[in-house]
């Protein structure tokens, strides 16, 4: 394996800050090593410097778009820390279909647009609309709405396609939910259409500006800003800010808090869960 040099560990997480946010340590020489390795064997390149050139220099943008899928880390699973699914279920959904119904009348069908800021592979993005689909069987009478959003090429297409290997369907997925909701197709399993359907998946990088989405009255953004730095971290929040409607909620991963960093969001406890809201 090329060996990653000092300054091209620099020149390397510089970049992948500029092009990401993601911020890589000094003490990431390994993580890099293993995961842009492959690239400069693909490429036959025989330093992280001529990397760096080659993805400066590449208008297509194609050597980024690799540097990016492979840096970025995109575990995730099936009903994530449990916690947020229940919290949806049990609180969040109810109050904002009982309030939405209330402001609409019964003419309109009720909209809600939830958003996965980081959706990686699209669990996250399934789970919610399973839980949608248990706790409203008559969706149709309702106008829900979701959208997953990664930086990462490679997961927004494993997202958007919603195939599953063995491996990925037993973390976290009940098996109820598997036979209910899953396909088995000899490669694996795939979603149901139905479920499928209620979502729409597309690259967005966090660091960019949120043009054109719209509102939404559930953010989840997890586990994606413990990669970025303090400053970038603020950013992305302030962005939730102007997209969130002003009754909506933002959920973050189970280790995360919003202590010193937007003070916009106040948290709110149900059972054993934290999430948050503007005030
Ligand atoms: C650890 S996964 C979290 C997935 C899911 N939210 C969860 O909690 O299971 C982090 C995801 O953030 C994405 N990511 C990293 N930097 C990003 C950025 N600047 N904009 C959007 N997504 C980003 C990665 O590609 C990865 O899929």
């Known amino acids: ?15 992948v800050l500029n092009v990401s946010g993601i911020s890589l340590s000094q003490s990431k020489a390994y993580l890099i090593e293993t995961r842009l390795g492959p690239i400069l064997g693909e490429y036959g390149l025989s330093s992280y410097g001529e990397l760096y050139h080659k993805a400066k220099t590449d208008i297509k943008k194609v050597i980024e778009k690799k540097i990016i899928d492979a840096i970025s880390t995109n575990e995730t699973l099936f009903f994530r820390d449990s916690g947020p699914f229940e ?10 279909i009982d309030r939405r119904s209330s402001k609409s009348g019964s003419l309109l069908p009720v ?23 248990e706790l409203l069987p008559d969706l149709k009478k309702y106008n829900i709405k979701l959208m997953g959003t990664d930086i990462s090429d490679a997961a927004v297409a494993k997202a958007s396609y919603g195939q599953y290997n063995k491996f990925e369907i037993e973390r976290g997925l009940p098996r109820d939910k598997l036979q209910k909701y899953f396909k088995s197709n000899g490669n694996g399993w795939k979603i149901r259409d139905d479920i499928r359907a209620m979502a729409t998946f597309k690259k967005l990088n966090l660091m960019l500006p949120f043009a054109g ?17 303090a400053e970038d ?9 102007n997209i969130l409607e002003p009754d909506g909620f933002l959920i973050l991963g189970s280790t995360e808090s919003m202590a010193g960093v937007c003070s916009r969001f106040v948290p709110r406890r149900y059972l054993k869960s934290v999430f948050y809201q503007l005030q």
């Open 111 to 133: 909209s809600i647009r939830i958003w996965s800021a980081a959706c990686s592979t699209g669990q996250e993005v399934y789970s919610m609309a399973i839980v949608l689909k």
């Open 213 to 229: 989405l719209g509102k939404f009255d559930i953010v989840l953004c997890r586990n994606v800003v413990i990669y970025f730095s």
């Open 233 to 241: 971290k603020k950013k992305v929040f302030n962005k939730i800010v």
């Open 87 to 96: 919290l949806l279920q049990h609180k969040i959904l109810p109050d904002l």
């Open 1 to 15: 394996m090329v060996k990653i040099t000092p300054d091209e560990i620099k020149l390397i997480s510089k970049y």
